[in-house]
């Protein structure tokens, strides 16, 4: 018998944990944080204990209470015995935190099925942040194209456009149906195409079940929905105006938008202009460097792009600061 069982992402924003069952086949699709978790009990640094692993969150109803999918080491406080894993893998559709997350408390001998290029961001992440942590895991990386099999499902990993590269749609042929995952896609951003391309695809599948996001899925509302080239047109403008006044421009960004990054470079390189970031995003695009679908500047050569370093200690900028 094929199931789904939702954890997570039904009436909130992210948080998705969707478990996808196939006889004796148990596999999940994205493990991530909802963006208002635990509010009724948690704000700003008041959070779950961490040392406490799971305990708080179970006590307050935060995760589920599910035998043989927790790491042994975050169930050591709990009344939650630790057990072999009773699952086959975990799918991520891309690197945002109401998808990956919760991550960090699954059993680290579980497979988890990503895109390389979102190992290059969620490495890159725990590297810069000290709110990353996805833990050890198994993973295994795939582009469009490749499939993924786990006993009787056949896992077709598909690009789609989102505000975070490597984003990924599935369509799952289980041993009933064929079940379509879009993940987070978009049709305003400049990727299009890939999102297009997916649809297709799950179109020509004929899927029996469609799990689709709805966060933006309203008939009406006050909020614009820019395309990028329509953003680029903008921000050319503010450094056309700002260059008749001689002034500086600031500009701010989802810190893994890359294609809002790429806008403010754009507009900053064709003006004239020197483009100075955070060490973070520094280090971010250093280590896209090595995926050659994205073509991103290199912040080490291109002489576009400072890096701009807060003093510190000495107030010299002396290496030995950092």
């Known amino acids: 018998?094929?199931?789904?069982?939702?954890?997570?992402?039904?009436?909130?924003?992210?948080?998705?944990?969707?478990?996808?069952?196939?006889?004796?086949?148990?596999?999940?699709?994205?493990?991530?944080?909802?963006?208002?978790?635990?509010?009724?009990?948690?704000?700003?640094?008041?959070?779950?204990?961490?040392?406490?692993?799971?305990?708080?969150?179970?006590?307050?109803?935060?995760?589920?209470?599910i035998s043989g999918l927790y790491s042994e080491d975050v169930l050591g406080f709990t009344d939650l015995g630790?057990?072999?894993?009773?699952?086959?893998?975990?799918?991520?559709?891309?690197?945002?935190?109401?998808?990956?997350?919760?991550?960090?408390?699954?059993?680290?001998?579980?497979?988890?099925?990503?895109?390389?290029?979102?190992?290059?961001?969620?490495?890159?992440?725990?590297?810069?942040?000290?709110?990353?942590?996805?833990?050890?895991?198994?993973?295994?990386?795939?582009?469009?194209?490749?499939?993924?099999?786990?006993?009787?499902?056949?896992?077709?990993?598909?690009?789609?456009?989102?505000?975070?590269?490597?984003?990924?749609?599935?369509i799952i042929h289980t041993s009933e149906n064929t079940i379509v995952y879009t993940g987070d896609m978009r049709v305003h951003g400049p990727r299009s195409d890939m999102t297009r391309e997916f649809l297709q695809a799950a179109h020509d599948a004929e899927p029996d079940v469609l799990i689709c996001e709805g966060t933006r899925m309203v008939r009406s509302g006050k909020r614009k929905h820019l395309s990028e080239e329509e953003v680029a047109a903008g921000v050319r403008d503010?450094?056309?105006?700002?260059?008749?006044?001689?002034?500086?421009?600031?500009?701010?960004?989802?810190?893994?938008?890359?294609?809002?990054?790429?806008?403010?470079?754009?507009?900053?390189?064709?003006?004239?202009r020197v483009l100075v970031i955070h060490p973070k995003t520094a280090y971010l695009l250093d280590a896209l460097q090595e995926d050659e679908h994205l073509d991103l500047p290199d912040p080490m050569r291109d002489d576009f792009i400072r890096v701009y370093y807060k003093r510190k200690k000495s107030g010299q900028y002396d290496e030995r600061d950092y």
């Not at 056309?240 to 900053?268: C, G, H, L």
């Open 1 to 65: 018998m094929v199931f789904l069982t939702f954890y997570g992402g039904v009436n909130e924003i992210g948080g998705n944990k969707i478990l996808l069952g196939d006889g004796d086949t148990r596999v999940w699709l994205d493990f991530g944080q909802s963006f208002d978790m635990g509010t009724e009990y948690f704000i700003n640094w008041l959070q779950p204990r961490r040392g406490n692993g799971l305990r708080d969150y179970f006590e307050f109803g935060l995760l589920p209470r």
């Open 82 to 170: 630790y057990e072999e894993p009773r699952f086959q893998g975990v799918f991520l559709t891309h690197g945002h935190a109401d998808h990956v997350n919760h991550l960090c408390f699954v059993d680290p001998d579980i497979p988890v099925n990503l895109g390389k290029g979102t190992r290059f961001f969620m490495d890159s992440m725990e590297k810069t942040s000290p709110f990353a942590n996805y833990g050890r895991h198994d993973y295994r990386g795939f582009r469009t194209g490749d499939v993924v099999r786990v006993d009787d499902l056949e896992v077709h990993p598909i690009h789609v456009d989102h505000s975070i590269p490597a984003a990924y749609g599935y």
């Open 238 to 272: 503010v450094c056309a105006e700002a260059d008749r006044d001689n002034k500086s421009v600031i500009f701010t960004q989802p810190s893994r938008d890359m294609d809002r990054w790429r806008t403010f470079y754009e507009a900053a390189r064709d003006n004239g």
